[in-house]
């Protein structure tokens, strides 16, 4: 599903490295689940987790067969935006997430196809196909609302990380990332294999992978700048 800092893209890179020893059975957890856009492209026994109970509310929605609503007027946008406990959860996050800027919560509404921002481009369509689309590819994946602190994670499971990056867009300014990190690191040692994606981490996490991405450097530029994603795990 369309989502900030989307992993879709590079999803092919990571999972041979994150998947590797993968036993049978062996349960893969995502404590920041977002748009579900690796676990999506897992099998098996799968933990989908998000502290956005709004996002986690869309995704078992989506799962359990909600219809998506095809037509999102600006009216309904602002309307929800500016009243949101008048509305389900789930119809909150389809709203703030596949018809903003961005897929950004907060941020405008991506326009009609006739609005010259869209310069003909049918953006209402496509968020609506890009819900249908994630509805197809979800089934079986067990979602749950719950800090990534107090998840209850199975034994000896492969955990991957796709926090908040530091210095970037977030939806919360008080993700405490040293709290993360050593979380990551008490997770390894209770028999976990963590893998955390970020652009730079502490001293005693290994690099096992890196690609470079450009990005823009601000909301409104069309400027990119060069980004180098990279993956991680805890080496002690």
């Known amino acids: 599903m369309k989502y900030i800092g989307s992993k879709d893209r590079i999803a092919k890179h990571l999972m041979p490295i994150i998947l590797k020893d993968r036993k049978p059975n062996q349960c893969y957890v995502e404590p920041f689940v977002g748009g579900a856009n690796m676990i999506n492209k897992i099998k098996g026994n799968r933990i989908g987790s998000d502290s956005n109970e709004y996002l986690i509310a869309l995704l078992n929605e989506l799962q359990k067969g909600w219809e998506p609503i095809k037509e999102v007027t ?8 500016n009243n949101p406990d008048n509305y389900e959860k789930h119809i909150v996050a389809y709203i703030e997430i596949l018809f903003t800027f961005g897929a950004t919560w907060g941020r405008g509404f991506v326009g009609n196809v006739n609005d010259k921002v869209c310069k003909g481009r049918d953006r209402i369509g496509e968020g609506y196909r ?13 979602f749950i609302h719950s800090n990534y602190q107090d998840l209850e994670i199975p034994s000896n499971s492969i955990i991957y990380c796709d926090p908040p990056y530091e210095g970037t867009t977030k939806y919360k300014d008080d993700f405490n990332h040293l ?7 008490i997770k390894t040692k209770e028999g976990h294999k963590v893998f955390i994606s970020e652009y730079n981490a502490p001293k005693d996490f290994k690099c096992l992978f890196e690609l470079e991405q450009k990005t823009p450097i601000s909301k409104t530029s069309k400027t990119k ?12």
């Open 130 to 142: 890009n819900a249908l689309k994630t509805q197809k590819e979800i089934y079986g994946i067990k």
């Open 225 to 236: 700048e060069i980004k180098i994603e990279r993956l991680y795990s805890y080496c002690g």
């Open 179 to 185: 709290d993360f990190w050593e979380w990551c690191r």
């Open 74 to 81: 600006k009216d309904l946008f602002n309307d929800v935006r």
